[in-house]
């Protein structure tokens, strides 16, 4: 069976079951070092796993300097990564009169002035859906 693969954005996405070789063509299907992903536990002859993608999310880019580079630590099997948000308050209160206190005195934090304060959220996972793909280049 002679397949062809499917452009996405400069990716391919092969998704043959019967794919034997991206060698046995008599030309180059895929130029070397092509990414493509594939729905199997390895890579077609004439191509490796590209471990460096493995659980990283990849990014297009215009500047050549820029390609391989990584940021962070990679996602693991089926990892959906906890994260926070952080932010910072303030409000200024005007001064304010209460009447007929019964002797006690508001000591809380409402006096008149500026206030602030800094809060973080609990942790969350993105909850986006996901498939996990093996990630080959050609040679």
């Known amino acids: 069976m002679l397949w062809k693969p499917i452009p996405l954005i400069g990716l391919m996405a092969i998704g043959c079951s019967g794919l034997a070789s991206l060698a046995s063509a008599a030309e180059p299907v895929l130029p070397a070092k092509m990414i493509f992903f594939i729905d199997g536990t390895s890579c077609p002859e004439g191509s490796v796993a590209a471990t460096d993608a493995a659980?990283?999310?990849?990014?297009?880019?215009?500047?050549?300097?820029?390609?391989?580079?990584?940021?962070?630590?990679?996602?693991k099997d089926q990892e959906d990564r906890?994260?926070?948000?952080?932010?910072?308050?303030?409000?200024?209160?005007p001064s304010h009169h209460i009447s007929g206190a019964s002797g006690c005195c508001n000591d809380?934090?409402?006096?008149n002035g500026s206030h602030?304060?800094?809060?973080?959220?609990?942790?969350a996972t993105s909850g986006l859906p996901f498939i996990q793909l093996l990630v080959c280049q050609t040679k």
């Open 108 to 111: 809380q934090g409402t006096r």
């Open 55 to 75: 659980g990283r999310m990849m990014l297009v880019t215009a500047n050549v300097g820029d390609v391989g580079k990584t940021y962070g630590t990679p996602l």
């Open 116 to 123: 602030s304060a800094s809060v973080t959220s609990g942790a």
């Open 82 to 93: 906890t994260h926070t948000h952080s932010g910072t308050m303030a409000v200024s209160l």
